[in-house]
């Protein structure tokens, strides 16, 4: 596959959820993603950097929020929404994201967070929101 070059939409991102890597499958009806980063640095201060403060990176975390409808009877829709009740390891899933330029992050046991399933006004189409959160550093593959 030839390196993406350029600007591109946001949909071509792509996302794959599932019990099982071999299970996975997409999510219907996604509108919206926002990804944090949350980057654990270390800093301090020592006598030789004469007042200059030291830094390490030791430590990060990815969430990743998706705002999407509530499409019933699609096999990732209905696989998220399934995890509104879930708690402890009743809460992971393999979860993939694919980026335009064909790089693939995975985590085998991402948690699934979520947020708010059904609820708005009498005219709304009924939300489905929630968060992945990374369990562990996640297998990044590289386009060939």
Same mark, same amino acid.
């Given at each position: 596959?030839?390196?993406?070059?350029?600007?591109?939409?946001?949909?071509?991102?792509?996302?794959?959820?599932?019990?099982t890597k071999e299970g996975k499958t997409t999510i219907a009806e996604?509108? %919206?993603?926002?990804?944090?980063?949350?980057?654990?640095?270390? !800093?301090?201060?020592?006598? /030789?950097?004469?007042? +200059?403060? @030291? #830094?390490?990176?030791?430590?990060?975390?990815?969430?990743?929020?998706?705002?999407?409808?509530?499409?019933?009877?699609?096999?990732?829709?209905?696989?998220?929404?399934?995890?509104?009740?879930? %708690?402890?390891?009743?809460?992971?899933?393999?979860?993939?994201? !694919?980026?335009?330029?064909? /790089?693939?992050?995975? +985590?085998? @046991? #991402?948690?699934?967070?979520?947020?708010?399933?059904?609820?708005?006004?009498?005219?709304?189409?009924?939300?489905?929101?929630?968060?992945?959160?990374?369990?562990?550093?996640?297998?990044?593959? %590289?386009?060939?």
């Amino acid at each position: 596959m030839a390196a993406k070059e350029g600007v591109f939409p946001c949909y071509e991102n792509q996302f794959h959820v599932g019990a099982t890597k071999e299970g996975k499958t997409t999510i219907a009806e996604c509108e %919206n993603f926002s990804v944090s980063i949350d980057n654990n640095v270390e !800093t301090w201060n020592s006598f /030789t950097e004469e007042g +200059w403060q @030291k #830094a390490l990176q030791t430590g990060k975390a990815i969430t990743i929020s998706i705002s999407a409808k509530r499409s019933i009877g699609d096999t990732g829709n209905d696989f998220i929404a399934g995890k509104w009740l879930a %708690n402890g390891q009743d809460a992971y899933a393999y979860f993939d994201w !694919t980026f335009p330029d064909g /790089t693939v992050v995975a +985590w085998e @046991k #991402a948690v699934i967070s979520v947020s708010n399933i059904n609820g708005g006004d009498t005219t709304n189409v009924a939300p489905l929101e929630f968060d992945v959160m990374s369990n562990g550093k996640p297998v990044v593959t %590289n386009p060939s």
